[in-house]
Every structure is written in structure tokens, then in C-alpha cells.
């Protein structure tokens, strides 16, 4: 090798001992970034905070997910614990198209045999097979699931368990709680309505009362939710090992309503008929307890139906307490009251009817020609408006206003439904005050005027109209009974009875304007009232466009019933007002009364029914034969698993008990079963039953020990002689 | 040089770091990955599956560059073809960013799909730089004093300009950052005055915090639809950004506080499980602070930096200009990669996408660690009976 030139060495040299320095300081920079780097990691947990956020708390609400555990909203229950309205689940159905929808074995989760789903579906939604199709054979590329409009939505349980019992690939629900209100329409703007809260602020699905007693005992019924806290990973599976804190939920209190369903159910059916016969622009019914205010029945039309929307385009107002009008002449009720009681009534003094000058205004009778000199005693049957404006005249403006006041007139009753109005009086001029006698010129509400009635039906004490019977908290067991309230005392018991003697002449007297309303083998009285209707500053004219209404209370001795009728403008008038009205009064008043009877009749000598469902069939046998009970077995298993009547009915000695037990079910003898007996069979085995004759049984199409199942049709044959 | 022999001159300062580092990775990568997998419905034990091939592939080819003869690494035509097949690859993607923008993986077009494997040609670019320089610094060497310097390095840098410029326009910041430092650091060793390097080093220490201050103080919102600024922005502002980008970084924060000093456990990161995006990679330091703890951190940037280290002192050490060189352009490409990794994940630099050495999953990355630790380890083997061989002579 040639040596390398001094130059070039020291060249050289120069260049590595750079490249040395150069390496040592890189070298130096490697060490320093590694416990930079360190240091950082190490501030960072050790102080748990960067730019002055707590990095422990921030993970701890990043990670924390609050999960709402639901409380149940209240059930509301009418007197005799029929549920009116409760809460549940509806699904609604949803289909799955995309054929890239597959599990992890690649097995379809999407609907792969359109036709027969479409089959199996149109079986179970209200929708063709054709359309079914259709709407599955969707060509859409993007579409990735379908659904069936109103009639895939809002199914029940039953319903969706059947469709998933097809094991149709593809085909989903989405749950959505939702109230069910069984009976249809029934007192619906009393009982109002709860709808899911689609606001933001509960996006998650909350049931909202928005009318009547959903809406104004909406936080009792809601409850309050609880909270299950516990952490996550992005993806929403629980971290193992993290502290779970749960909240209970508090559920609803369950309302009773003082509602009594087979009044209402039979009120609205007998409304119903009015309504659609007549066709009135709008129609209230009002049955009360006299003697405790408890609203038994009540209903209005036009009405909806809660379960299916049907009808709620229509008016969401209550009738009964949030519509004032003028009530016309069952307002005399009141006058008569405050004239007698303030010892202003002559009964037997005469006057002219037909006309009277109030202050250079003529008041007329409904007949414009009167009935000539009349007594003040024909003025109310005859419902004489002439006569009520003398009898106001007579007890002078302040003592009618007194006793307005004391009636509760422009005041509301505190009934505990949303939106109660308080009416309205006009009072300043003399002819205000002179036609308040006979209702006009005064607004009330339906339930101030049953507050009012009360005073006359209770021998002068007034009680608060309610709706509400109890409470319940069904956590706590805890029950507040809502008390008769009584409101006042505005009048004596003398004048009540007068009053209500009054009334029965409005029925019983030749010229009474009630006689339609009578009804064999019931004391009644009544009052009856054409109100005028005013629209813009004037009353309409025409022989429909009054509130024509009706006011009775029976037994009218001792009043156990108010009810209170009030039909507005109908539109076909084939028959005279107080005719229509008596096609309602009459029946509804007629089954309240029947309905009093046959309910005291059974405490004679009854029996509390044991409960028996769960029990051996031999204890439950001995225990029925103690208590004196005649029974009937369905079926051969050894174990009672339904009863009928249920325990704690009460029942008549004699009586027979129809026990169903586990295993198949078998036809039992019935010979010698009464009729009633039979019926009890056919509600617990599903039997369809057709009976012959009347009185006990002879014969049973089905022999004894035969099996039954819920398409059996049995044919009974009975006769009044006892074959035993 | 028998075989036999090299082995017994193996330089274990790089072999078993080397080794421990890429296990750990295998096993990380398992506990990053099978969570998100599972989740997807996916083989939770796919990423490790693949994983260990790739580790099995890079022992071999280390083993293969680590026997060859260390000057064909320096022959005029392996450079040449080196160069220009890394120029074709780069270009190549350029026009396919054109033609085929679907390409792109999260918005950059940085790969090259061979059927089975994928390859990331910036990966072949930073070897490239590492072996031309070293090849042309050492040719050059000499004539890198006072008046010729610039003469002699504007070719060099024109070209290491070119690689860089095509793969920051992919765009891959990060690479192309690499890919700079790598040119730079070899620039400074290769002779030119150390003051030069002190004071780039220097004028880079300050212009960052400088910058950074500059943006605080006047934002550019003119660039708000640039994703680099975006990055940035939530680099400055990680809590205020957490739903607009700057998640990522506060998501490295929770989980290197959920970890704390012992961790929380070999497999029980909370922040894995769909927190942090993509856990095997970008963020595979975060899983490992939450799940070993602070000192799993130290025990694994000890090894790396350590690693890093040990071959400085092998290039320091070294008697040819092209082994320093080629020791501290390797030293310079994982020490540049890991620090943009670690300090994206603790915040003190934006996230550039840059995954941490040996470590992180990828088989692109550990092929071109391989080969680079397989060039270190037959330098390290080959000064190290050359040393021998000397002491021998002067003995005699």
C-alpha cells in the first residue's frame, strides 16, 4: 500500500474525529429524548391532570353509561278493579332485505324465501300477501330493511310470539312500551290518554298522560325512573370488574276511579245509539253517587277511542269540566231552591204567564202564549220562564246572587281532572239577572251543575263531584281513599224536599214537562231544560239549535242517583228533544237502579269464596264441602290450576264451583248443573256452549269424560224440572 | 470468512434487545388486536398469526443479510438499481393516486398490493437513502472540506430531496419526516464541520416550540380544511378537539393514566377496546403504558433506545467512513421513527401516523428493520474480527 500524503491523513483524521463528535452527540441526544420521554409518562401519571383536566374523572365519565331501568306507569282501575288503563309493550315488525345480512356461519339473517314470508305474514298482519311481497321484493340496492306501515306496527305480544314461532329468517321487532286501554271507548276524555313522548328530552320512549286523568295524575302514575350505572368499552359491552351502582325504579301509583265499568260500558253503548240515531252536534251524560259525589259513569260525544286513536282528530276538550254553556231551564232547580229556602216562594199565589216586561225587555214562555193565570207552583213543571223571572223578582238580585255563590256557580269545583273552567256569570243589569233564573245568561260547567244537584238530592248538603276513589302505591302498599267532601250546605232539608217534590210533579202532573221520563216501579224526579244557544252576541233561532238536557234523580225520596243528560243541537230531529233524551235517561237510570238492588240482594247469606288455584285437588275438595259448596271437576290431573268464581267473590250457599286441574281437559257431568253453572264451565274451558230450554240440565251433547278442547261445541239441554 | 466465525463474533447488545423487542411486539400486538377483532366478528388471533410470519421472515432474512459479504452492500450497482427501482415504486404511486384515487388508505396512497403482501415503498426508500449516502458520503468523504462541501452534497441531496418530496405528496408527513432526518443526520457525520450539525440541531430545537407558539398565537384559518393542520390543532388543543380529531391523543392521555406506575395488567387495557384507533399500531405504546404501566414503558423504550445506542457506538467505533455511515443512518431511522411515535402518543408532537420500531404490527416495517439490524450485526461481527485480527498482528 502507498502511504497516504501527511495532507490527507490530517484530512482524513478531521473527518472522523468529526464523525466520532458527531456520534457522541447524537448518542447524547438518544439518552436525553429516552428520559424526556420517560419524564413525560411519568408527569403524566403522577399528576393524573393535563392542561388542568383530571384525566381519572374524564375516563370515569368516559367509560360511565347510565341505563334506565323503566318504572311502570300506574294502572288505572275502575271501582270494582277492572283494568281501564295499563301499561305495555307493542312491536312493531321490520324486515331485513339485505342479503349481505349474514352470521358468522354464514347462515341468512336477512329474508331469504320472500314468498313464504309473505305467506306466513299476511296470516298475522292486515296486510295481502301480494303487498307483503312487494314490499319484501324491495329493489332498492341501498336498501338494507323494510317495513310494513301502520299494519306491521303496534302488534302484541301474542301476536309477535306467533310470528317468531315461524323462525322466518330476516324478520325482526323493535319493543315500544305503550298503554293499553282494553275497554275502547270508555269515559275517554275522563280517562284521557297517555302517548309516547317523541321530545327530545326522553327520546328513549316515556309514556306521557296528555288528557284527562293521565295527563292531571301524570307524576303519580309515571313514577320515577331508576338508574343502572356501571362502565363500558366503546363498543357498549360492561368492563368486567367495574363497579356497578343501581338505582331502583319507583313505579307508578295505581289510580282507582270511581267509575263503575258495567254502568259506563252500558252508558256509552246507550249514548252511542242516541248519538248515531240523532246525530247532535254534541251529547254529555253524567251519572253520580248523590250521596258521595263519586262520579259512577260519564261520558261525552263525540268521543274517541284510546285504544285505537279512532275519533281523537275530533276535540281533546273534556266536556264535562272544561265546556261552559248556558244550561237553561235545570237551572230553575237552583231558583226554586233560593226562593224557597229564603222564603220567597208563594206556591199557590197566582200570576200571568205567557210575557213579562224586564226592564223594557219582553221574557216569554216556551209557549208564547202561557197557560193564563197560572200558580207559581205549575211554574217549574211547566217550566215557566215567565214564572221564574217573577220568582227571582220576588227574592230580589242579592239573595239570588247569595245563593248562586253558595250553589258554587263561578267557581270550580276542584274535581281532580285537567283544565276544569270556572263559567261565567253576567249579573250587572236587571235583565241579566232576571234570566239567570231559568239558566240563561249563565255559563256552567257539567260537573258544577251535578254539584249543585247534589245539595237537593242530599237534603241540602253538597258534595264534591269526584272521580278518583283511591290511590295506591304499589311499592309501599300504601292506599289514600279519597273522603266524601262536602261543600257546603246552601240550602235546608225542607227545601230539598221541596225541591224534589217539584220534581216528581215534573214527571207525575198532567202538565209536567217530563212525563217521558218515568220509569214503572221507580220513584223519579226530574227537570228538564231547553237552553238557547248563543253565537255572536245573539241566540240562534231554529226548533234544534238548543242544549236541550234532563236532570233526574231517583229513588227521589232518598236520591241514590243523579243523572244528567244534555244534547246539543241535533241534526236529526226525528223525534221530540225530551223523546231522544228519555231514550237515554230512561235505560241508563233503569240499570242504575236495577244494578243497586242486585248488588245488596247477594249479602243476605254469602259466602267468601276461598281460593283454591295452586292447591291439591283433594285439600281444595274438602275445603269447598266445609264451606257448603257444590262443585264440578274438568280434568283428570290432581291440582287445581283455575277456579270460577275466583276466591273472595262473594257466592251464594249452593252454589257450584267449577275447578280446573292439570292434564287434559275432560268433560264433567253437568246433569242437574243450572244454567249458570254450565256458563261458568264454558268461560273456563273455552267450550262453546248452545243451550235449549230453561232450568236445569238433562242432557250434554259431549258424555262425561270426554275430552275437550277450546273447539268443542257443546249443545245443553235443559228443563225446569230437576231430573234428580 | 467462515460462517462459524462471524456467529462467534455476534454482537448480543443488538441480537437480544432485537429478539425481546420483536416478541414483545408479537405479544402486544395479541393483546391490542383481539379485542376490535372479536368484536368484528373476526379470528381474534389473525394480527398475531400474521405477526409471527412476518417475525419469522425478518429472523431470516437478518440471518441472510447478517452472513452476507458486507461490500456487496456497497457495489455501484446495487446502489443504482437500489435507487431506481425506490424512484419507479414512488412514482408509481404518484400516478396511481392520479388515475386511481380509491387506492388511498386513509387518505394516502402508500401502498402497493402484490396479491398476498402489500409493500410500502417508503419502507424501501429509507433503506435506499441509508445505503446511497453511505455509499456516496463514503466515496465523497475526503473531498468534504471547507470550499467543497456544497459542491460535493448537491447531488446527494437533490435526489434525497426527490424520494422525500414523492412520498411527502402520498401524503405520509411522517415517512417523509423520516426520511429527512435520516438524509440529515448522514449528512452531518459524513464529515462536513460539526458545527454545522450542532447548529441545525440547535435551529430544529428551537424553530419547533417557536412554531408552535407562533400558531397559538396566530391561527391559520385559511388552512382549516388541511388535514396536517387539523393534526396539528388537536396536537395544540387535545381536550377542546376530543370530538373534532382530537380524540386520539386524549385517548393516549386516559389510557397512560389508567396504566399508571404498574399498569393494569397484560391483556386488560381498557382504552383497546375500541377507544384508541387502531391499537396494534400508531398506538401500540399507549396499550402497553395502560397495560404494563409506566415501567413496562421504561423496560420497552429501554431496550429500544438502548438498541438505538449500542449501534451509535458500533458506527462510532467503526474504522470505515461506510460502516459509521450506515450504523447511524440505521440508528438515525429507527431513532427518528420511534421518537415521532412516542412523542405523537404523549403529546409533545402531532400524530403523524408513524409506528413504533419492532413493535408495532406491520411486515413492511420489521422487513426493513431486519434487514437493517442484519447490517449492523455483520458490521458489528465484521469491526469486531477485524479488531481481533489487529491486536493479533501487534501482538506479533
Redesign the interface.
Known amino acids: 500500500m502507498k502511504n497516504p500524503s501527511p495532507k ?1 491523513i490530517h ?2 483524521n ?3 474525529r ?10 447524547m ?3 436525553g ?2 428520559f424526556i ?2 419524564g ?3 408527569y ?2 403522577a399528576s ?1 391532570k ?2 388542568n ?1 383530571n ?2 374523572e ?2 370515569n365519565l ?2 360511565q353509561q347510565d341505563r334506565r331501568l323503566t318504572a311502570v306507569r300506574g294502572t288505572i282501575y275502575d271501582a270494582n278493579h277492572n283494568v281501564i288503563a295499563e301499561d305495555s309493550n307493542v312491536y312493531n315488525l321490520y324486515a331485513v332485505i339485505d342479503s349481505k345480512y349474514v352470521s ?1 356461519k354464514n347462515k341468512p339473517l336477512y329474508v331469504k324465501d320472500k314468498a313464504h314470508t309473505a305467506a306466513v305474514l299476511s296470516q298475522y298482519i292486515p296486510l295481502s300477501k301480494a303487498k307483503i311481497y312487494g314490499v319484501l321484493n324491495n329493489q332498492d340496492p341501498n336498501a338494507f330493511q323494510v317495513e310494513f306501515g301502520n299494519a306491521g306496527k303496534n302488534l302484541s305480544l301474542e301476536v309477535k310470539n306467533e310470528i317468531e314461532a315461524k323462525h322466518l329468517p330476516g324478520i325482526y321487532f323493535t319493543k315500544s312500551p305503550s298503554r293499553l286501554y282494553p275497554n275502547g271507548n270508555f269515559a275517554s276524555h275522563i280517562v284521557g290518554l297517555a302517548q309516547l313522548d317523541n321530545s327530545k328530552k326522553a327520546s328513549n320512549g316515556t309514556l306521557v298522560g296528555v288528557m284527562g286523568i293521565e295527563s292531571y295524575f301524570n307524576k303519580v302514575l309515571t313514577g320515577k325512573n331508576g338508574v343502572r350505572r356501571f362502565k363500558t ?3 357498549g ?1 360492561e ?1 368486567p370488574d367495574s363497579p356497578v351502582t343501581t338505582k331502583k325504579p319507583k313505579n307508578g301509583q295505581n289510580i282507582t276511579l270511581t267509575l263503575d265499568s258495567r254502568l259506563q260500558s252500558y252508558m256509552e253503548s246507550t249514548i252511542s245509539d242516541v248519538y248515531q240515531q240523532y246525530a247532535p252536534v254534541k251529547m254529555t251524560a253524567t251519572l253520580m253517587n248523590a250521596k258521595t259525589g263519586k262520579i259512577l259513569a260519564a261520558t261525552q260525544r263525540p268521543t274517541f277511542n284510546p285504544a285505537t286513536k279512532a275519533g281523537l282528530d275530533g276535540s281533546w276538550q273534556d266536556a264535562l269540566v272544561q265546556e261552559a254553556y248556558e244550561p237553561g231551564s235545570v237551572f230553575k232547580l237552583l231558583s226554586l231552591s233560593a226562593a224557597i229556602d229564603s222564603g220567597h216562594y208563594t206556591p199557590n199565589a197566582y200570576y200571568q204567564s205567557g210575557a213579562v216586561n224586564v226592564s223594557g225587555n219582553v221574557v216569554r214562555d216556551w209557549n208564547y202564549n202561557g197557560w193564563g193565570s197560572i200558580p207559581f207552583s205549575q211554574a217549574f213543571p211547566r217550566s215557566s220562564n215567565v214564572g221564574f223571572v217573577k220568582i227571582e223578582q220576588q227574592m230580589g238580585a242579592k239573595t239570588w246572587l247569595d245563593y248562586l255563590n253558595r250553589f258554587g256557580i263561578n267557581k270550580k269545583t276542584g274535581i281532580t281532572l285537567p283544565g276544569e273552567a270556572s263559567g261565567s256569570l253576567a249579573f250587572k243589569r236587571p235583565l241579566d239577572q232576571a234570566i239567570t233564573s231559568f239558566g240563561q245568561g249563565v255559563n256552567v260547567t257539567v260537573m258544577q251543575m251535578m254539584q249543585a244537584f247534589s245539595a237537593v238530592a242530599n237534603n241540602g248538603k253538597m258534595v264534591k263531584p269526584q272521580i278518583v276513589s283511591e290511590i295506591s302505591d304499589p311499592t309501599t302498599g300504601k292506599t289514600t281513599k279519597t273522603k266524601t267532601q262536602v261543600t257546603g250546605k246552601p240550602i235546608s232539608k225542607n227545601t230539598a224536599i221541596s225541591v224534589r217534590n217539584a220534581m216528581k210533579d215534573v214527571i207525575n202532573q198532567s202538565y209536567g214537562t217530563g212525563q217521558v221520563y218515568a220509569i214503572p216501579g221507580y220513584d223519579i224526579g226530574v227537570k228538564t231544560g231547553t237552553a238557547q244557544i248563543a253565537q255572536n252576541g245573539a241566540y240562534l233561532a231554529g226548533d234544534s239549535n238548543y242544549i236541550f238536557s234532563v236532570v233526574g234523580m231517583a229513588p227521589i225520596d232518598d236520591p241514590q242517583y243523579i243523572l244528567y243528560i244534555t244534547m246539543q243541537q241535533p241534526q236529526k230531529m226525528t223525534k221530540p228533544a225530551e223523546q231522544i233524551l228519555a231514550s237515554a235517561f230512561n235505560p241508563i237510570m233503569k240499570r242504575a237502579l236495577e244494578y243497586n238492588t242486585d248488588q245488596k240482594a247477594p249479602d243476605v247469606a254469602s259466602i267468601t269464596m276461598p281460593a283454591l288455584t295452586g292447591q291439591a285437588l283433594t285439600e281444595a275438595e274438602t275445603k269447598l264441602n266445609q264451606t257448603g259448596l257444590t262443585y264440578g271437576v274438568v280434568g283428570s290431573g290432581d291440582k287445581v290450576v283455575q277456579q270460577l268464581p275466583l276466591a273472595k267473590e262473594n257466592v251464594l250457599a249452593g252454589q257450584r264451583t267449577v275447578l280446573l286441574t292439570n292434564g287434559a281437559m275432560t268433560m264433567p257431568d253437568v246433569k242437574g248443573w243450572s244454567k249458570n253453572d254450565v256458563l261458568k264451565l264454558a268461560e273456563i274451558t273455552g267450550v262453546k256452549v248452545k243451550f235449549k230450554g230453561d232450568g236445569y240440565v238433562v242432557s250434554q251433547s259431549i258424555p262425561a269424560n270426554h275430552i275437550l278442547n277450546t273447539d268443542s261445541k257443546l249443545e245443553i239441554l235443559l228443563s225446569s224440572q230437576k231430573t234428580e | 470468512m467462515q460462517i462459524h466465525k462471524k456467529f462467534s463474533y455476534l454482537d448480543y447488545y443488538i441480537l437480544v434487545p432485537f429478539l425481546l423487542l420483536i416478541g414483545a411486539g408479537v405479544v402486544m400486538i395479541y393483546s391490542a388486536s383481539s379485542d376490535m377483532l372479536a368484536v368484528a366478528g373476526a379470528d381474534p388471533t389473525i394480527y398475531l398469526k400474521r405477526q409471527f410470519f412476518w417475525v419469522i421472515v425478518a429472523l431470516v432474512i437478518t440471518t441472510i443479510v447478517f452472513l452476507s459479504k458486507i461490500d456487496i452492500w456497497r457495489s455501484d450497482r446495487l446502489i443504482k438499481g437500489l435507487l431506481i427501482m425506490t424512484l419507479i415504486l414512488l412514482v408509481y404511486l404518484v400516478v396511481l393516486s392520479i388515475v386511481h384515487p380509491a387506492a388511498a388508505v386513509n387518505g394516502a396512497v402508500a401502498w402497493i398490493n402484490l396479491g398476498p403482501i402489500n409493500i410500502q415503498p417508503t419502507e424501501i426508500a429509507k433503506l435506499t437513502i441509508i445505503l446511497y449516502f453511505a455509499f456516496i458520503f463514503n466515496k465523497r468523504g475526503p473531498k468534504l472540506s471547507h470550499g467543497q462541501i456544497w459542491h460535493n452534497l448537491f447531488g446527494p441531496i437533490i435526489l434525497a430531496g426527490v424520494i422525500t418530496g414523492l412520498v411527502l405528496i402520498q401524503p405520509d408527513t411522517g415517512g417523509a419526516s423520516i426520511l429527512a432526518f435520516i438524509a440529515a443526520i448522514m449528512i452531518f457525520s459524513a464529515g462536513i464541520p460539526i458545527g454545522w450539525g450542532l447548529s441545525f440541531v440547535t435551529l430544529l430545537g428551537a424553530f419547533i416550540p417557536l412554531g408552535i407558539n407562533l400558531l397559538k398565537k396566530f391561527p391559520l384559518p385559511f388552512l382549516e380544511h388541511s388535514y396536517q393542520y387539523q393534526r396539528i390543532l388537536s396536537f395544540l388543543y387535545p381536550f377542546q378537539r376530543e370530538r373534532a380529531g382530537g380524540s386520539q391523543l386524549v385517548n393516549s392521555y386516559f389510557a397512560i393514566n389508567n396504566g399508571g406506575w404498574l399498569g393494569r395488567g397484560l391483556g386488560n387495557s381498557i382504552q383497546k377496546k375500541g377507544y384508541l384507533p387502531v391499537p396494534y399500531t400508531d398506538f401500540i405504546l399507549s396499550v402497553i403504558a395502560e397495560e404494563l404501566g409506566v415501567i413496562g414503558v421504561a423496560v420497552i423504550l429501554g431496550l429500544l433506545f438502548f438498541l438505538i445506542g449500542r449501534i451509535i457506538y458500533v458506527g462510532i467505533r467503526a474504522h470505515s467512513t461506510y460502516r459509521t455511515l450506515i450504523c447511524y443512518g440505521v440508528a438515525a431511522m429507527m431513532f427518528v421513527q420511534a421518537s415521532f411515535n412516542i412523542a405523537g402518543v404523549i403529546g409533545f408532537l402531532p400524530i403523524t401516523g408513524v409506528t413504533l420500531p419492532f413493535i408495532s404490527y406491520g411486515g413492511s416495517s420489521i422487513v426493513t428493520l431486519s434487514i437493517a439490524i442484519g447490517l449492523v450485526l455483520n458490521i458489528s461481527s465484521t469491526e469486531k474480527r477485524e479488531r481481533a485480527a489487529r491486536s493479533k498482528k501487534a501482538q506479533h
Do not use: A
Not at chain 1, 468529526?18 to 448518542?27: A, C, E, P, W
Open positions: 490527507k484530512n482524513y478531521k473527518i472522523r468529526n464523525r466520532v463528535y458527531f456520534g457522541i452527540v447524537l448518542l441526544v438518544v439518552v429524548l429516552f420521554f420517560l413525560r409518562f411519568s403524566i401519571v393524573g393535563l392542561n383536566i384525566l381519572k374524564r375516563t368516559k367509560y358468522n368499552d366503546s363498543y359491552y368492563l
